[in-house]
């Protein structure tokens, strides 16, 4: 599966902005998806995964109460809602699909396929 992430941009402190992640091929559904972050001179982080029809979701504590993942298998793509964004958000923002048999996968190494990144930079 190829993955395009966009979304990203600029925004200040408080703001929101939505991530999209489209996904090719015709067995979306079949994959746990899930968002990572790395910011600049820090390694990559989990933020958020999501089960295959999106029943079940988990986040970083670092995100919970103001990040929702949420997935379309109709239209093949995984979003990301942010809100209330801090300068610590600040990152590259990568999707990831995983083909593992259980859906809560909060290591890099889980997933199989990654997009090629979206930047979010938020300023103070």
């Known amino acids: 599966v190829q993955l395009q992430a966009s979304g990203g941009g600029l925004v200040q402190a408080g703001g929101s902005l939505r991530l999209s992640c489209a996904a090719s091929?015709?067995?979306?559904?079949?994959?746990?998806m899930g968002w990572f972050r790395q910011a600049p001179g820090k390694e990559r982080e989990f933020v958020a995964c999501?089960?295959?029809?999106?029943?079940?979701?988990y986040y970083a504590d670092s995100v919970k109460g103001r990040f929702t993942i949420s997935r379309d298998n109709a239209k093949n793509t995984v979003y990301l809602q942010m809100n209330s964004l801090k300068p610590e958000d600040t990152a590259v923002y990568y999707c990831?699909?995983?083909?593992?048999?259980?859906?809560?996968?909060?290591?890099?190494?889980?997933?199989?396929?990654w997009g090629q990144g979206t930047l979010v930079t938020v300023s103070s």
């Open positions: 091929g015709r067995t979306f559904s079949r994959y746990v």
């Open positions: 990831a699909a995983s083909t593992r048999e259980t859906w809560r996968r909060v290591r890099a190494y889980d997933y199989d396929y």
């Open positions: 999501i089960s295959w029809s999106g029943g079940s979701t």
